[in-house]
């Protein structure tokens, strides 16, 4: 049997290990989310909103303490964590609000007179592959709308945040949810596809990298499953020469060192108009220095590490095969020490086609800083990726921004803001950014049977 260790990766002190399930122990959690369905498809949406609303106090009442957990675990700074905690009362709250209303059928008539309807039903058991940067956030923002439709929830979290994944289900049992409707499954991933192959699971989820996507929606692929897949992605913040200076410079900075640069929707790409590049390279470098380093634990912290040193060591790699190519460091660069997770932010500049900070994510506090000569030029530069996440427009004409908008090849564009995900707004991407839409009513219709019920 493998452990699961639970490391700070400030200190770099072992926490807490953990013995993964065994092939029996699996099977009963399997099995109980199975039965759980039987009666919990049933459940009326207000007796789902009441528990999820609970649900949602539970994280409130006890925010200081699964704040901690996330900081030490993962090593995101504690008011970052807290706001984390926050957004997942607010999804439980805007699904138990909404659900019922989302799912109501539909009634249609057809051109010949005929009636119909469509009634949005549950599937069953729900597998989600959930990734470390925001350890609750992305667990709620599949449970909330997943768990209220009439499904059970089976949890495989990453393996670096087992604490994270046990707190996620002490909530939903405080609440007072019957047992089995939301199960953590320590495992290892090697373990996933079984899972996925259990005729007992109905559909998957994943957040995390291209190739763990890949190989999660193949094996749904062969056996007839539904996916959902949230990767990676290398957003663009694009700067047209009439935006606002001053605030697009520091929602940049905001934008690349969220989460120590850790997140998906983190503004990647700076592609900014020759006319104001000195002067806005010059306001987003003094706005990234002003951060401070500390400990995550610290009320004043703007950063600590990175989640796990293997990840510092890869990105500075990134940063070296990219210099070799003929980029230059604007700012910091230097080789994170062997062995640790602290990173120094940086900025990269002049950097040529083809290499890591051109064409990869860079998954940490790397900015990588483009000049261009016209909108078309900005444009083609936005595009000229493999992802298609979230982009962020800045210009002071607002129709002209909006029909920019339309050009770009992205699930989300924010003008005049950084991409932010939001209860209401359908979250995801194209290209291998993934396929299918979180949150809002396309989140929740993604795992129910949308049934056609014909009155002949
Ligand atoms: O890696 C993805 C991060 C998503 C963060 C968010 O939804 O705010």
């Not at 470390?132 to 956030?137: A, E, H, M």
């Not at 700076?270 to 401070?292: G, N, R």
């Not at 400990?295 to 940063?319: C, F, K, T, V, W």
Request: include cysteine; aromatic fraction near 8%.
């Amino acid at each position: 049997m493998t452990k699961i260790k639970s490391i700070n990766p400030f200190s770099g002190k072992l926490l807490k290990e953990f013995e993964t399930l065994s092939d029996r122990e699996l099977e009963a959690k399997i099995s109980l989310s199975h039965e759980a369905y039987s009666s919990w498809k049933s459940s009326t949406f207000e007796q789902r909103g009441h528990l999820m609303r609970k649900a949602a106090k539970v994280l409130r009442d006890k925010k200081d303490y699964f704040a901690t957990i996330i900081s030490q675990e993962m090593g995101k700074v504690i008011t970052e964590s807290r706001a984390e905690i926050e957004k997942c009362a607010w999804v439980c709250d805007y699904y138990a609000e909404n659900a019922s209303e989302f799912l109501q059928p539909e009634s249609l008539t057809l051109p010949d007179g005929a009636k119909a309807k469509i009634v949005h039903q549950p599937i069953g058991a729900v597998l989600a592959v959930m990734p470390w940067n925001f350890p609750f956030w992305q667990v709620f923002r599949f449970a909330a709308p997943t768990l209220m439709a009439g499904n059970t929830g089976l949890l495989k979290h990453a393996s670096n945040v087992p604490q994270c994944a046990l707190a996620i289900e002490e909530v939903f049992t405080l609440a007072g949810f019957p047992d089995g409707i939301f199960q953590t499954l320590l495992i290892g991933s090697e373990a996933t596809n079984e899972i996925i192959s259990d005729p007992r699971i109905q559909a998957v989820t994943l957040t995390g990298s291209e190739k763990a996507g890949a190989a999660v929606a193949s094996t749904a692929g062969q056996h007839i499953k539904k996916s959902l897949l949230e990767l990676g992605g290398s957003d663009p913040f694009i700067i047209l020469d009439d935006a606002d200076l001053e605030k697009a410079s520091e929602t940049a900075a905001k934008a690349r060192m969220i989460n120590f640069g850790q997140s998906c929707i983190a503004a990647k790409r700076f592609i900014v108009m020759d006319k104001v590049y000195d002067e806005f390279l010059e306001k987003f470098s003094e706005h990234i220095k002003s951060l401070k380093f500390g400990n995550p634990m610290e009320e004043d912290s703007d950063y600590g590490s990175m989640a796990r040193p293997d990840l510092a060591e890869e990105l500075y790699e990134q940063i070296q095969d990219s210099v070799k190519a003929g980029a230059k460091i604007h700012l910091g660069g230097n080789k994170p020490e062997k062995g640790s997770a602290f990173f120094e932010p940086t900025i990269l500049v002049d950097i040529p086609e083809g290499c890591p900070a051109y064409e990869e994510e860079l998954f940490g506090p790397v900015a990588s800083v483009f000049r261009v000569n016209s909108i078309e030029e900005a444009l083609q530069l936005a595009n000229d990726s493999e992802f298609g996440l979230g982009a962020s427009l800045w210009s002071s004409d607002i129709e002209k921004a909006e029909k920019l908008a339309n050009q770009i090849e992205t699930g989300a564009v924010f003008i005049n803001a950084m991409v932010a995900s939001h209860p209401h707004l359908p979250f995801g991407g194209i290209k291998k950014s993934g396929y299918g839409r979180e949150l809002s009513r396309n989140g929740i219709l993604e795992f129910v049977n949308s049934k056609t019920v014909y009155l002949g």
